[in-house]
C-alpha cells in the first residue's frame, strides 16, 4: 500500500491543523492507520492509531487535543490537531499496519508497522 500524507505547515500557538494521509494499492478498511511524529534531534514517536473498526488510541502527549479518523470509502486517514503547542512541531507520518498490535507496541517500538508514507511537517510557533 501507497500512503501519501499532507495538510503541514505553519500555525500559532493554540491553532488547528488537519493532517490528511491517502492511501493506495490495496484494500484500505483492512488495515491499522497511525500517526507518528519526529521532531528535530528527536527520536519518531507513536501519535495515534485506529483500528480497522475504529477504535482509536492516543498518546498521553496528546490525548484530547487530536483526533484521528478513517473515511474507508475515501481510502483516507486523518489526524485532527488542536490546541497546538511548540512541542506539537515535528515532521508527521502515517504509517499501515495489516494487523493491530497494540499501542504498547508501537509505543515501543517507536513504528512497528508494515507501511509508511513519507512526512508533512508540522511547525507550531509560539
Known amino acids: 500500500v501507497q500512503l501519501q500524507a499532507s495538510g503541514g505547515g505553519l500555525v500559532q500557538a493554540g491553532g488547528s491543523l488537519r493532517l490528511s494521509c491517502a492511501a493506495s494499492?490495496?484494500?484500505?478498511?483492512?488495515?491499522?492507520m497511525g500517526w507518528f511524529r519526529q521532531a528535530p534531534g528527536k527520536e519518531r514517536e507513536f501519535v495515534a492509531v485506529?483500528?480497522?473498526?475504529?477504535?482509536?488510541y492516543y498518546a498521553d502527549s496528546v490525548k484530547g487535543r487530536f483526533t484521528i479518523s478513517r473515511d474507508n470509502a475515501k481510502s483516507t486517514v486523518y489526524l485532527e490537531m488542536n490546541s497546538l503547542k511548540p512541542e506539537d512541531t515535528a515532521v508527521y507520518y502515517c504509517?499501515?499496519?495489516?494487523?493491530?498490535?497494540?499501542?504498547?507496541?508501537?509505543?515501543?517500538?517507536?513504528?512497528?508497522?508494515?507501511?509508511w508514507g513519507k512526512g508533512t511537517l508540522v511547525t507550531v510557533s509560539s
Open positions: 485506529i483500528s480497522r473498526i475504529s477504535n482509536t
Open positions: 504509517a499501515a499496519d495489516s494487523h493491530f498490535r497494540g499501542t504498547s507496541y508501537y509505543t515501543a517500538t517507536r513504528g512497528g508497522m508494515d507501511y
Open positions: 494499492g490495496r484494500t484500505f478498511s483492512g488495515y491499522a
